[in-house]
């Protein structure tokens, strides 16, 4: 999965229909498979497509904002009526960002699969295995719910960053290039409160 890929998901449009939708998920079976079925279904189709259903929901009465992208809405949520402005802020940011985590977590999509990215990261990390350990702490460190991101900035470098809630690093600044889900119902009907542990079998799945 390349950048620009990422890209497109921040600009994610509504359908014809002016119903914005879940990028599907093409969900991965057998005991290696990350996530596993029952929490992929859920996550998926529970919050990734709830967040979807309720965005639609909030739209629904202001259809001047259909043509939005989910990134518009985001940035521009601040000036939208008061009664909406803080749930599309939220969920259009929880479709963005689970979109991407979706994308990045597809069997085979993974970025840090990329010999040009796993390069980079030598250089700018000395090892995968610091790499991989600035960004679990990072994950450790973030109290209550939130992202970690592996961004990119507009003269290449790269940065891992935390987010909390479903906000989204500064795009004007940065391409995200991955992220992880450090919210409870992505990790608890598995590894129950061991994010650690959650942490530790994403990067097994991602490498
Ligand atoms: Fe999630």
Redesign the pocket.
């Known amino acids: 999965m390349d950048e620009k890929y990422i890209l497109s998901i921040t600009e994610q449009k509504a359908g014809r229909n002016g119903i914005f939708e879940a990028l599907p998920f093409p969900f991965s079976t057998g005991e290696a498979a990350f996530p596993d079925r029952e929490s992929a279904e859920l ?1 998926h189709g529970g ?2 497509a709830g967040a979807a259903a309720a965005l639609n929901e909030r739209l629904s009465c202001y259809p001047a904002y259909a043509c939005c992208s989910l990134r518009a809405l985001v940035m521009g949520a601040d000036r939208m009526p008061a009664a909406i402005r803080r749930d599309v802020k939220n969920l259009a940011g ?1 479709m963005i ?2 979109g991407i ?1 979706f994308a990045a977590t597809a069997p085979g999509a993974s970025p840090l699969r990329n010999p040009e990215l796993m390069g980079e990261l030598l250089r700018g990390y000395g090892s995968m295995e610091k790499f991989r350990l600035i960004f679990t702490r990072c994950a450790e460190e973030l109290v209550g719910s939130g992202w970690v991101w592996l961004l990119r900035d507009r003269f290449g470098r790269l940065s891992i960053q935390p987010t909390h809630n479903n906000e989204l690093p500064n795009l004007a600044v940065y391409t995200p290039i991955l992220n992880l ?1 450090c ?1 409870e ?2 990790y608890y009907m598995r590894w129950k409160n061991r994010r650690d542990r959650y942490t530790a079998a994403w990067f097994r799945w991602m490498e």
């Open positions: 996550h919050h990734y929880s960002c689970h985590w889900d919210f119902h992505a």
